[in-house]
């Protein structure tokens, strides 16, 4: 890994920060060679502060730390992808990214799923809604959409239509996600175990 800090006069390189297990960006430093070889050394991201002039490692001050991972370097070898893992908020300003953001895994899509099943669970117009429905039909229903469910996806994968197996593989998770939510927990719950049986 060459990194090129001559590209530009302040031998200066951008160091982007991307929490590690989250993937969400927390900020954005500079870095020269003497901050990254510090990083490296130290575990800790230091940056080269062009206000202050000299390295700053983060949370010298405040304890707010950023423990490196590890890192990549961008095509034209002149920027830095850090990955870290913050230890309190990043930014200055209290928040845990430099953008206002609450720093918590997303799932894409199916956050966004979480959240409108959440809505429609706080619905009380469950006749519009057949995810209010099954949660005003309690746990045990919700529960045996989501066994119905698994069977058709058993059937579907020993048939040849994949198209159907999609669809059935929809059905299960959408049901499994609503019945996560009828007994309070989320993906991120699920991810969290997964994470701690991975290590």
């Known amino acids: ?4 800090f001559n590209k530009n006069k302040d ?13 969400n960006v927390l900020m954005l430093g500079y870095m020269n060679n003497e901050a990254f070889e510090k ?3 130290t ?3 230091t940056f080269f502060s062009r206000s202050k002039q000299r390295l700053w490692t ?3 001050e405040s304890g707010n730390i950023l ?19 913050p230890e309190g908020p990043t930014c200055h300003k209290g928040t845990d990214t430099c953008w206002g953001e609450d720093n918590h895994s997303t799932y894409g899509f199916l956050s966004t799923l979480e959240q409108v099943i959440e809505k429609r669970q706080n619905s009380a117009q469950s006749d519009d809604s057949y995810v209010a429905s099954l949660f005003e039909k309690g746990i045990n229903k919700i529960a045996q959409k989501v066994g119905e469910e698994a069977v058709e996806v058993v059937i579907e994968a020993k048939d040849d239509d994949d198209d159907l197996f999609l669809n059935e593989s929809a059905d299960l998770l959408f049901h499994y996600l609503i019945l ?3 007994k309070g927990f989320q993906l991120d719950d699920i991810v969290k ?3 701690e049986r991975h290590q």
Not at 16 to 22: E, G, L, S
Not at 67 to 85: G, H, P, Q, R, S
């Open 1 to 4: 890994m060459n990194i090129d």
């Open 11 to 23: 031998g200066l390189v951008p160091a982007i920060i991307q929490d590690a297990k989250t993937k």
């Open 39 to 41: 990083t490296k050394a």
């Open 43 to 45: 575990k800790q991201v």
């Open 58 to 60: 983060k949370g010298e």
């Open 67 to 85: 423990n490196l991972v590890d890192y990549k370097i961008d095509c034209d070898n002149d920027t830095l992808l850090i990955f870290a893992n």
């Open 180 to 182: 996560l939510r009828a």
């Open 193 to 195: 175990v997964l994470n």
